[in-house]
């Protein structure tokens, strides 16, 4: 075997190898989600009863104990200030773990790089059924912002009492 064909030959394998290893690389990075909205600035539309038991934080808190409550109002929300821009692939959203297990329904997910500029990335109707039930939606590819808001959009009177919220992202530059 020459040196030539040999080189050729190490070629032909190298440029496959890197792809190989970039693929494998973009699948892992890919893979790297974390909750990026674990402690993060929760703002609520209203707050039940100006309850400090009900506030922001507690939707971010990592426990399913306690819970976040509006007062009813015909469209409540929450929304989360991730602090920079991440690339979002999944929304969790827990329901109370107490009581009131139809208080979640016709859910809009949202995500924008401006609170007064979000993209809708999913819905859910519901209702849910079960004490602290886990709904979720998967964002499109390429769905990237700074804020996610989480808005009941259906019905005259609703409460907003989610346990947790997860999202699952990557920071973008
Ligand atoms: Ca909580």
Request: charged share 20%.
């Amino acid at each position: 075997i020459s040196l030539k064909k040999g080189l050729d030959m190490f070629l032909l394998l190298l440029v496959p190898a890197l792809v190989y290893i970039c693929y494998v690389d973009i699948i892992t990075c890919h893979y790297e989600l974390t909750n990026v909205a674990y402690s993060k600035p929760v703002t609520l539309s209203s707050l039940f009863d100006n309850d400090s038991r009900y506030i922001g934080s507690k939707v971010v808190n990592g426990l399913f104990s306690d819970l976040i409550a509006t007062t009813a109002e015909r469209s409540p929300w929450l929304r989360i200030d991730l602090g920079a821009r991440f690339e979002i692939n999944e929304i969790e959203v827990f329901a109370r773990t107490d009581c009131c297990v139809n208080q979640l329904h016709d859910v809009d997910f949202k995500v924008g790089g401006s609170i007064h500029h979000m993209h809708r990335c999913g819905h859910y109707t519901g209702p849910t059924t079960a004490k602290g039930q886990r709904i979720a939606v998967f964002c499109p590819r390429n769905t990237i912002g700074r804020y996610v808001q989480i808005q009941i959009t259906k019905g005259p009177s609703n409460y907003l009492t989610p346990a947790e919220v997860l999202v699952w992202g990557v920071k973008v530059n």
